[in-house]
Nanobody, 126 residues
Framework: QVQLVESGGGLVQAGGSLRLSCAAS????????MAWFRQAPGKEREFVAG????????YYADSVKGRFTISRDNAGNTLYLQMNSLKPEDTAVYYC???????????????????WGQGTQVTVFS
């Protein structure tokens, strides 16, 4: 199994930036496709961005496309989410998740992911 720990959340003004990190331990990081999801109060968990391992294709929700960038450091067992031009509607708890298929092409269903971190809060104020 893989264990995931997120960090990097915080309070930021609209238009600002944050970079989230997800440190993985346990099984080989490259065995998994990885994704970021988020959940705002009273809302369902939603897909934000995903990245396969081989090849390193990336996928984004329309709401974050052009503003967020997902990347992974396989040698360092770390997943990142660079978030720019943040908006108040980006406020949520952000979770990283791992899927056993390293060549995943469909990321939007959180129920398909078997491994989750504890989440990190991102709050964007206007």
């Amino acid at each position: 199994q893989v264990q995931l720990v997120e960090s990097g959340g915080g309070l930021v003004q609209a238009g600002g930036s944050l970079r989230l990190s997800c440190a993985a331990s346990g099984r080989t990081f490259s065995d998994y496709s990885m994704a970021w999801f988020r959940q705002a109060p009273g809302k369902e968990r939603e897909f934000v961005a995903g990245i396969s391992w081989n090849p390193g294709y990336t996928y984004y929700a329309d709401s974050v496309k052009g503003r967020f960038t997902i990347s992974r450091d396989n040698a360092g067992n770390t997943l990142y989410l660079q978030m720019n031009s943040l908006k108040p509607e980006d406020t949520a708890v952000y979770y990283c998740a791992a899927h056993r298929n390293p060549r995943l092409t469909t990321f939007r269903d959180p129920g398909a992911f078997g491994f989750w971190g504890q989440g990190t809060q991102v709050t964007v104020f206007s």
